[in-house]
Structures are given as C-alpha cells and as structure tokens.
Nanobody, 123 residues
C-alpha cells in the first residue's frame, strides 16, 4: 500500500525560507517523476516544479525541487517567501508526471498525491 506523507509546513515570516518534505512509502521512488503543486482558496491547483526520474534537482528561483531516492523522499525549498506564497502545497508522483509553472493540473495527472500542507506567510 502506497502512503504519502508531507511535512514541514506552517507559519513563516516574509523573507524567510521554508523546506517541505514528502515521503512516499510502498513504491520505488526512483521509478517516478515527482513534483510540487500549490492551491489557494477558490483557485485551481497549479504546478510549481516537476522533475523526471533522471533528474535529482531542479531550481526555478525562488523554488527548488530535489529528491533522495534512497529515502523515497522529495523536497521543496522556497526562499525569500512572500505573502503570495501562502497556499496549500501538494507533492505528487507519477510515471509520466509533468508540470508547468503556474499551469493548472488535474489530479489524474499524478498517480499519488500528498495530503496537502498549509504554508502561511506573514509580513
């Protein structure tokens, strides 16, 4: 049985950095593309960054996504947080998962989703 557990969210001050983790058990993460998405109230879920199984880390300032296949864990780092980064953040994995920054994503585009974790940025 596959389980996806996100951690690391919470309340942070603007200008700070934040690291989110997502551990997926029950599968071999090295076989999957992984990515991070976010959603704000009343808005659609949108892509941040995704990496395929051949890529260990990708950066699109202020975001960076990385993975540790030995730990079956993926990470999202956000630097210099602003209030617009306040959202629920989701990790996802899928054999053919792709995403475009800011583009809407349908839940069926990934095989596995995290439960979502709240990040609130205060100024």
């Amino acid at each position: 049985q596959v389980q996806v557990v996100e951690s690391g969210g919470g309340c942070v001050q603007a200008g700070e950095s934040l690291n989110l983790s997502c551990t997926i058990s029950g599968l071999n993460l090295s076989d999957y593309s992984v990515g991070w998405f976010r959603q704000t109230p009343g808005k659609e879920r949108k892509g941040i960054l995704c990496i395929n199984k051949y890529v260990g880390r990708l950066e699109r300032v202020p975001f960076s996504v990385s993975r540790d296949n030995a730990r079956n864990t993926m990470y999202l780092q956000i630097r210099n947080l602003v209030s617009a980064d306040t959202a629920i953040y989701y990790c996802a994995a899928g054999l053919g998962l792709k995403c475009t920054w800011g583009a809407r994503v349908a839940t069926e585009e990934a095989s596995y989703w995290g439960q979502g974790i709240q990040v609130t940025v205060s100024s």
